[in-house]
């Protein structure tokens, strides 16, 4: 299921970044968190690619994987960001060192988005020692930059021609 996923996901995926029209939560209803450390290096790749789009569609603010619809809780949404932040922080030394871009970029887009509005303040429903654990990290000291292209030229690579 999940090489199919990432196949539609790649899909999606044009010269300057992902479609806004992606349904993360219809379309793409795979815990890709799940898959951040799976031996199968495509599945891997793709599955961190795919949190990277989640996050550029949310700071370009064109859809919200993580924030419930209209009417509905934090609880319901599919893609939970706590899961996500969690293994991302746990994986986040080899992730680094396999695709320092994807890294780098993910990272970027974490502290920005927690500077534009505190995670706290986004989501009072998850223990705030996950975020102060996320900044002392990923944010604190640290350089980042967001770079779509090197990133998706990061996934080609390791992919080797299956997208």
């Known amino acids: 299921?999940?090489?199919?996923?990432?196949?539609?996901?790649?899909?999606?995926?044009?010269?300057?970044?992902?479609?806004?029209?992606?349904?993360?939560?219809?379309?793409?209803?795979?815990?890709?968190?799940?898959?951040?450390?799976?031996?199968?290096?495509?599945?891997?790749?793709?599955?961190?690619?795919?949190?990277l789009g989640m996050l550029m569609n949310w700071f370009y603010k064109s859809s919200f994987a993580f924030y419930p619809d209209t009417g509905k809780r934090f609880e319901d949404c599919y893609h939970q960001i706590d899961c996500y932040i969690q293994a991302f922080l746990?994986?986040?030394?080899?992730?680094?060192?396999?695709?320092?871009?994807?890294?780098?970029?993910?990272?970027?887009?974490?502290?920005?988005?927690?500077?534009?509005?505190?995670?706290e303040n986004r989501f009072p429903h998850i223990d705030k020692k996950l975020f102060q654990h996320m900044r002392e990290t990923l944010c604190f000291n640290q350089k980042h930059t967001l770079d779509f292209d090197k990133a998706f030229e990061e996934v080609r690579l390791v992919s080797k021609n299956e997208i």
């Not at 995926?13 to 495509?42: P, Q, R």
């Not at 396999?98 to 534009?116: A, G, K, N």
């Open 1 to 51: 299921m999940i090489k199919r996923k990432l196949r539609e996901m790649y899909e999606n995926v044009d010269v300057v970044g992902f479609y806004t029209s992606i349904d993360w939560d219809n379309d793409f209803n795979y815990k890709f968190y799940l898959s951040f450390n799976d031996t199968d290096t495509y599945n891997r790749v793709g599955s961190i690619f795919a949190f």
């Open 90 to 119: 746990k994986h986040s030394n080899t992730i680094k060192k396999d695709f320092p871009i994807i890294h780098s970029s993910i990272s970027y887009l974490l502290c920005e988005l927690d500077t534009e509005e505190t995670f």
